[in-house]
Every structure is written in structure tokens, then in C-alpha cells.
């Protein structure tokens, strides 16, 4: 258990709305990620984290926006909900440690879009 | 750059029977590896990983891997499949380019295990 939160784990908003996620940790990891995960797609990056205030888009970030303002906590924020952004949601934190390098995934969140 | 190709997007095995979950990969850099088991409405739980040390890698529930430098693959093999083996896995890789800790998801295996 590394100790990975995420809230809400479900949420159910209208397009257009705006809409953020939390994935709060207790271990004090530097990198943080949060993904998307659609049928057939596996598990895509939306942006990571690699410190407070440091943050990096990924392969599908258009629409998203992310903030890290203390260690523990990283946000992700969709500015206004679209269709195509329904999904699961997983955060992640890469592991502790110069050898230990996988990555612990908190329960995600089913974001609905209608 | 670097990528992953899961080669079957469905399995379907007997239980008792073995398992062969195929990957192949691409990097520029040593890679380190990752399989990952995700049961339906579940998050994902690691099985296994190889990160430069032997090439033969034992994970959790009986699953190993082995990793092949000069065929670029990191199949993830069992023995003897359960019914509890039914789920997702999921093959990542991820560089070793300081500064550069980003992971890379195949799309993903569903393996079926008949009774």
C-alpha cells in the first residue's frame, strides 16, 4: 500500500462544466502521475509531476491542466468537461528509492461527461 | 523514443495450462520493465519488474518474465494458469535517461481462463 488517495472515486458532471481531481499521497514521493484509461488505449499520461511546482504534459494533456502546490497533493483540473474525457482516471507515484523504480496506482476515478 | 506492443489484445487458456503473455519493446536507452495486472474494476497491481539485473524475473502468483535483449521482448509467462489468473496485464517500459521518469503503456492483454 503506498498510501495513494483519489477523490472523488466517481463523479457524474455536465460538458462545459469544470471539473477537478485529487490524488493525495502520504509518503512523500517526488513524482506523481495521473493517467486515463480507455478501452483499448491502456493507460495513457495526461502530465506528471516531477516536484512542487514542476510539472510536465504527456502524450494526451490537451483540455487538462495540473497543479502540485505541496508534495502530498496533485490536482487535475479539466477547465471544461467534454464527452471525450469520460474515462478512468489513475494517479501514480513512482517508487522510493535509486533501485526501486515501478510505479503504485491509487483506485482511480470514472469520471462521466454527458 | 521509446514504445511498447502488446502482440495478442485477447488470450483465452484452459486452466492447468501454461500462460504466454507477449511484449516487445523499443528504447534507446536501457529500459526498465514492468508487467501489471489489472482484475475488472480493480486498479493495477505490479507483478513484476526488470530493471537491469537478471534477465529471468520472478513476480507475484507464480508469473515470470524474461527479459531479451536481442529479440527486444518481455514475455511474461505461468506454469499452470488459475481462474483467479483472469484479468488484464499490461506491459510498461520506462528509460533510464535522467530527469526523464515517464512510463509507457502497452494496450493492454485480457486473459481468459476456461474452466
Known amino acids: 500500500d503506498a498510501g495513494i488517495t483519489q477523490s472523488p472515486r466517481h463523479k457524474v458532471t455536465e460538458t462545459g462544466t469544470p471539473v477537478t481531481l485529487r490524488c493525495h499521497q502520504t509518503?512523500?514521493?517526488?513524482?506523481m502521475y495521473w493517467y486515463r484509461q480507455d478501452p483499448g488505449h491502456g493507460l495513457r499520461l495526461i502530465h506528471y509531476?516531477?516536484?512542487?511546482?514542476?510539472?510536465d504534459k504527456g502524450e494526451v494533456s490537451d483540455g487538462y491542466s495540473v497543479s502540485r502546490s505541496k508534495t502530498e497533493d496533485f490536482l487535475l483540473t479539466l477547465e471544461s468537461a467534454t464527452s471525450s474525457q469520460t474515462s478512468v482516471y489513475f494517479c501514480a507515484i513512482r517508487g522510493p528509492g535509486q533501485g526501486s523504480y515501478e510505479q503504485y496506482f491509487g483506485p482511480g476515478t470514472r469520471l462521466t461527461v454527458t | 523514443a521509446q514504445s511498447v506492443t502488446q502482440l495478442d489484445s485477447h488470450v483465452s487458456v484452459s486452466e492447468g495450462t501454461p500462460v504466454l503473455l507477449r511484449c516487445n519493446y523499443s528504447?534507446?536507452?536501457?529500459?526498465?520493465l514492468f508487467w501489471y495486472v489489472q482484475h475488472p474494476n480493480k486498479g493495477l497491481q505490479l507483478l513484476l519488474k526488470y530493471t537491469s539485473a537478471a534477465t529471468l524475473v520472478k513476480g507475484i502468483n507464480g508469473f515470470e518474465a524474461e527479459f531479451k535483449k536481442s529479440e527486444t521482448s518481455f514475455h511474461l509467462t505461468k506454469p499452470s494458469a488459475h481462474m483467479s489468473d483472469a484479468a488484464e496485464y499490461f506491459c510498461v517500459v520506462s528509460g533510464s535517461v535522467p530527469g526523464t521518469y515517464k512510463y509507457i503503456f502497452g494496450t493492454g492483454t485480457r486473459l481468459k481462463v476456461l474452466a
Open positions: 509518503e512523500n514521493h517526488r513524482y
Open positions: 528504447s534507446s536507452y536501457s529500459p526498465s
Open positions: 509531476s516531477y516536484g512542487v511546482k514542476d510539472t
